[in-house]
């Protein structure tokens, strides 16, 4: 029981690590992109990833869970096996003429909001290691 209790905090956190990971990887793109004409700058739904991928919400297909994609014209499944329904499009905060939807101040805001985030993630995960290292040695 205590097992189970140690294992599924280490990976909700570890599933937290590696979507704040992933979203790092979204918001770098999108700063890249930040000239190409047309580009749309895109976003992870932390919360609803990080549900789906700790298994509190619905599974792909199940009742009231998203639909699958089970044929070439569905939308696709998004980068590292996420569903699509967790990538989002930013919205323009002003036009312009080439249609690329990347705001700077916005991303680089996201970007340092993202990567805090990600260490206190990593230090919380540490700290539990560490503790239950102290408790297995006996100190």
Do not use: C
Not at 2 to 14: G, M
Not at 36 to 42: C, I, Q
Not at 74 to 82: D, E, L, Q, S
């Amino acid at each position: 029981m205590i097992t189970n209790r140690l294992t599924d905090t280490l990976d909700f956190q570890s599933q937290a690590l590696v979507l704040r990971s992933e979203r790092q990887r979204l918001i770098a793109s999108n700063i890249a992109n930040a000239e190409t004409p047309g580009y749309v700058a895109r976003d992870i739904d932390f919360a609803s990833a990080l549900k789906q991928a700790t298994g509190a919400a619905p599974a792909p297909g199940s009742p009231g869970g998203p639909l699958l994609t089970t044929h070439g014209a569905h939308f696709p499944v998004g980068a590292g096996g996420r569903e699509a329904s967790t990538l989002q499009f930013a919205t323009q905060a002003q036009s312009n003429l080439d249609n690329n939807t990347v705001d700077m101040d916005r991303e680089r805001a996201s970007f340092a909001d993202n990567a805090v985030k990600y260490e206190a993630s990593l230090r919380f995960v540490n700290g539990q290691v560490s503790t239950l290292m102290s408790a297995i040695k006996g100190q």
